[in-house]
């Protein structure tokens, strides 16, 4: 029983991870390939046969790219609110940065490690 609570809750991790159309589409994508290859070794099919499995496999993953890349140019939306994140964190590392207190706390450090490379340098020529 121990094992079925594990393997749930690893199922539960992958699909969580799932969040954003693009992710749905590469799982989907996994999932398809996947199966093709898993069902192309297994089989004994023949070397055309095979090629042509092989063919289908790439005219899917090509149809896959371009509906994602429909989706993202006629629906960019589903896309901003990564890019509002990511806008937001760079406005806020910016804001650290130009900061009175990080400008002081970084010539703290410089004046710090000076002050030991002189220390150094004093000890080792008296020496």
Not at 48 to 59: E, S, V
Not at 66 to 92: G, Q
Not at 104 to 110: F, G, H, L, T
Request: aromatic letters at 8%; glycine letters at 6%.
């Amino acid at each position: 029983m121990p094992d079925d609570n594990n393997l749930i809750r690893e199922y539960r991790g992958i699909l969580g991870q799932v969040n954003t159309p693009l992710v749905f589409f590469a799982l989907a994508l996994l999932v398809i390939e996947a199966i093709i290859g898993f069902t192309l070794v297994n089989s004994r099919l023949d070397a055309d046969q095979q090629f042509n499995a092989i063919l289908i496999m790439a005219g899917l993953f090509i149809a896959v790219l371009l509906v994602v890349a429909f989706i993202t140019v006629k629906y960019p939306l589903n896309l901003m609110d990564k890019v509002d994140e990511s806008l937001k964190r760079h406005e806020v590392t910016g804001n650290l940065l130009a900061s009175e207190m990080f400008k002081d706390a970084v010539m703290d450090a410089v004046a710090d490690i000076d002050r030991a490379h002189r220390e150094r340098e004093a000890d080792s020529g008296s020496g």
